[in-house]
């Protein structure tokens, strides 16, 4: 499963960017889309995360109220809008899928998890 993002470039404080990441390749099911992100000398940070089922969103603190996720599962894609943006959210992001490759039924065999090659978010003051 490969994961192809886009959107990331210069904002400046308070402005708005929006993130994409589409999934493609052989996969019975997507079940989690999330975004995370790492700045220079940091860890990576889970910013933000959907789920298929409930379609439940959970958000990092730092960016609740601000960053909104969702997904438009026909065409197994992940958005990220980021608003009033702030020079701490500089970091490249990453967008991460998991779920099931092709066969019958659930089975915990047939797991899968990709990255995307990671995009640039630089958000200046």
């Known amino acids: 499963v490969q994961l192809q993002a886009s959107g990331g470039g210069l904002a400046q404080a308070g402005g708005s960017l929006r993130l994409s990441c589409t999934a493609s390749?052989?996969?019975?099911?997507?079940?989690?889309m999330a975004w995370y992100r790492q700045a220079p000398g940091k860890e990576r940070e889970r910013v933000a995360r959907?789920?298929?089922?409930?379609?439940?969103?959970d958000y990092a603190a730092s960016v609740k109220d601000r960053f909104t996720i969702s997904r438009d599962s026909a065409k197994n894609t992940v958005y990220l809008q980021m608003n009033s943006l702030k020079p701490e959210d500089t970091a490249v992001y990453y967008c991460?899928?998991?779920?099931?490759?092709?066969?019958?039924?659930?089975?915990?065999?047939?797991?899968?998890?990709?990255w995307g090659q990671g995009t640039q978010v630089t958000v200046s003051s």
């Open positions: 959907i789920r298929s089922i409930g379609a439940d969103e």
């Open positions: 991460y899928v998991d779920g099931q490759l092709p066969g019958k039924g659930w089975s915990p065999g047939r797991n899968f998890n990709s």
């Open positions: 390749g052989t996969f019975r099911t997507i079940s989690t």
